[in-house]
């Protein structure tokens, strides 16, 4: 029996003990992970999925996490600017044993899902929303009557419209 499952962002044919690495995954060494996207599951009657088959999975158990061989990028630019440039880039990896594929049942396995290391699990991704402050009463308008505001207002002279300058008026 094998399995298409998806993980990372690409897609993998598994059948029991194969070892696979995979982009990183937030598990330890020796713990079992189960994948349940599952594409399609073959064998004597094989399912394809629409786009995943329902209650399938794979089981694997983490060997360990590692790094890829280092991916070289060289930049060299010429007229005029020689300038060049070197990056490097190791990408980390879980190393996978595929332990066993199940058909149907997956939902009742209790096994930890595999989840990439950048990606939180559902329940601790939504974080509890807290109730919104009572917003405090502001303490001058509180302070202030409505009759001495209006005092207030009354007491500041009006403009009145400016006379033009007495220069200006002999023209």
């Known amino acids: 029996m094998f399995a298409v499952l998806k993980t990372g962002g690409k897609q993998y044919r598994v059948q029991a003990g194969d070892v696979l690495r995979v982009e990183r995954l937030a598990a330890e060494a020796g713990e079992t992970v189960q994948f349940n996207e599952i594409l399609m599951v073959g064998g004597d009657a094989p399912v394809v999925g629409a786009p995943l ?8 158990e983490v060997i360990d996490q590692i790094k890829a061989d280092k991916v070289i990028h060289y930049v060299k630019r010429r007229r005029k600017h020689s300038s060049q440039r070197t990056k490097g880039h190791r990408q980390k990896l879980t190393l996978l044993r595929v332990t066993e594929i199940l058909a149907s049942g997956a939902a009742a396995t209790g096994v930890k899902e595999a989840i990439g290391s950048g990606k939180a699990p ?43 300058p007495a220069a200006d008026a002999q023209e």
């Not at 088959?53 to 694997?60: F, K, M, S, T």
């Not at 409505?146 to 009354?154: C, D, G, V």
């Open 53 to 60: 088959v329902d209650g399938a999975a794979v089981q694997a």
């Open 122 to 164: 559902a329940a601790e991704a939504a974080p509890a929303v807290e109730a919104p402050k009572a917003a405090k009463p502001k303490a001058k308008a509180a302070a202030k009557p409505a009759a001495e505001a209006a005092e207030a207002t009354a007491e500041k002279p009006k403009r009145a419209a400016r006379k033009k």
